[in-house]
């Protein structure tokens, strides 16, 4: 205690006195006003809800978190990948189309002299000259250098 007087003298001269309370008289009137409370609680409760409704809500939920998990993860991630694939084919097209206008590009002459140059470091397949052929020659055309008379 003496230590108290020295830490604190105003501390030390507070009564020692339990400061809460109860209001006077309320414990007499309380139980006739609690159940009045309850009674107004009662009137207030909000009908109960159809059973269909009831059932069908943790479907709705249900539902609605799947279709929420799609939106977030699946279309991002297949709009990514759709637009990678769409752009490797745009180079693959890209280069097919270069290819195409260098062998349309090329005369007949030209093109025979590269077949028959012997130096050449390129060589062409079958599948190349089959391409040319259909790019630059019709099938009448063929026909007409390959037959006989």
Do not use: C
């Amino acid at each position: 205690m003496e230590e108290l007087n020295h830490i604190s003298p105003k501390l030390s001269k507070l009564k020692k006195e339990n400061p809460f309370g109860t209001p006077d008289k309320y414990f007499d009137d309380f139980l006739p006003q609690l159940q009045m409370k309850l009674e107004a609680e009662k009137q207030l409760v909000p009908p109960q809800q159809y059973r269909f409704i009831r059932f069908l809500k943790p479907a709705i939920s249900l539902a609605a978190s799947f279709a929420l998990i799609f939106m977030l993860v699946y279309w991002p991630l297949n709009n990514f990948m759709s637009n990678q694939s769409a752009e490797n084919h745009i180079e693959q097209d890209m280069d097919d189309m270069e290819y195409l206008n260098m062998v349309e590009g090329i005369d007949e002459n030209s093109f025979y002299a590269l077949l028959e140059e012997p130096n050449t470091s390129t060589e062409f397949t079958d599948a190349d000259l089959e391409s040319y052929l259909v790019a630059n020659v019709s099938e009448y055309e063929i026909f007409n250098e390959t037959s006989f008379n």
